[in-house]
């Protein structure tokens, strides 16, 4: 199975750390707020160098986007349920530039891993013979990064078609791919480590049932003949949940690519829909707040708001919720919660 640890330390830190069980409990508090604090450290470093003047004419939009990225998550807005002894994050500044800011992106990441991850389980609890694979499609690398990208699009489209035209009994027409019911892909871009090219490619989970095999020369051939340069697909039957925090990680790897690169592609990358799905698997709705989901409204709580200061979120205020008395402060919460907001958007 892939090993995110090895791979991709920062995705295994943030997003397994997220999706970890128990990661609510209040006693996790202090490592959690030390995990987002490494991610907005590095959106802050890439804030700090698109602010240093090396991208040049930058335009209203543009600078829109920077000034986002450098309020989001400058502050974090806990609730914690003291007998629950549970914590969940219920507000707070996000600027949803995903391909630029870790923060927004190990959110999404959570929201789409808990989201397909519920579909999958769901999937296999009507039908236990289904086994979950890990996919990676890739096309020959290139130096026109949305000329590669739109390749590769309209490559997996090709195949997923072919797959459709089986499904719907037009004569002539197999592929392998109708093996699997159902999946979902996402892109994830960097440079090749050979020439510098840019290398995209795609994550799959699919399912499979049992008793089925695909072939997997058959299927190289197939995506050969779509791609015309590529017959390269890796494919592994995921174990644990490390296949989708890989397909949902990022979709460019903030450890591996130079900030110019980061830009650059971000810009070119911004309007496209870096996640699909096929089959069995459609239609899955994903949660668009970065909010945790909220206990019982009964549940005794108290909300903690975190500044982020000097590199790391410290407490600035707390809020008790636990008597009439209280009702004051209770409905202030809730002015000072939306004050806070920013104009983008909101965790
Ligand atoms: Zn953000």
Not at 102 to 128: D, H, I, M, W
Not at 259 to 276: F, V
Request: with cysteine; proline share 2%; glycine share 6%.
């Amino acid at each position: 199975m892939i090993d995110s640890t090895k791979r991709n330390p920062a995705a295994s830190v943030t997003l397994g750390g997220e999706l970890a069980t128990g990661l609510d409990s209040n006693e996790r508090l202090p490592a959690r707020l030390e995990s987002f604090g490494i991610l907005k450290q590095r959106s802050d470093n890439f804030t700090a160098w698109a602010k240093s003047g090396v991208i040049q004419n930058l335009n209203r939009l543009q600078k829109k986007i920077v000034d986002s990225l450098d309020v989001c998550g400058s502050f974090l807005l806990f609730r914690q349920y003291t007998s629950a002894n549970r914590t969940r994050l219920i507000g707070g500044c996000t600027c949803k530039k995903h391909l630029l800011c870790a923060l927004c992106a190990s959110r999404r990441g959570v929201k789409n891993t808990q989201a397909y991850k519920e579909k999958f389980n769901q999937l296999q609890a009507e039908n236990p013979d289904l086994d979950i694979y890990f996919l990676t499609f890739t096309v020959k690398n290139g130096d026109d990064l949305f000329e590669r990208y739109s390749h590769l699009k309209k490559s997996m489209q090709a195949l997923l078609k072919k797959r459709n035209h089986q499904s719907a009994s037009h004569r002539g027409i197999k592929t392998e791919m109708f093996k699997y019911t159902g999946g979902v892909f996402a892109f994830e871009f960097k440079r090749g480590a050979i020439e510098n090219l840019w290398h995209p490619h795609i994550h799959m989970l699919a399912l499979l049932p049992k008793g089925l095999r695909v072939d997997w020369e058959i299927l190289k051939a197939e995506w050969l003949e779509i791609t015309g340069d590529s017959s390269v697909i890796n494919f592994e039957k995921a174990e644990n949940d490390n296949a989708f925090l890989e397909v949902f990680a990022y979709a460019l790897k903030f450890s591996e690519m130079e900030n110019i690169d980061r830009w650059n592609a971000s810009q070119i990358l911004r309007n496209e829909r870096l996640i699909s799905s096929f089959g069995d698997v459609r239609g899955v709705v994903v949660d668009e707040s970065d909010n945790d989901d909220l206990l019982d409204a009964d549940e005794p709580f108290f909300d903690m708001i975190f500044n982020w200061q000097a590199g790391r979120y410290n407490l600035s205020m707390k809020v008790e919720h636990n008597s009439e008395a209280e009702q004051f402060k209770r409905e202030n919460a809730l002015l000072i919660s939306s004050a806070m907001r920013c104009t983008q958007s909101t965790f």
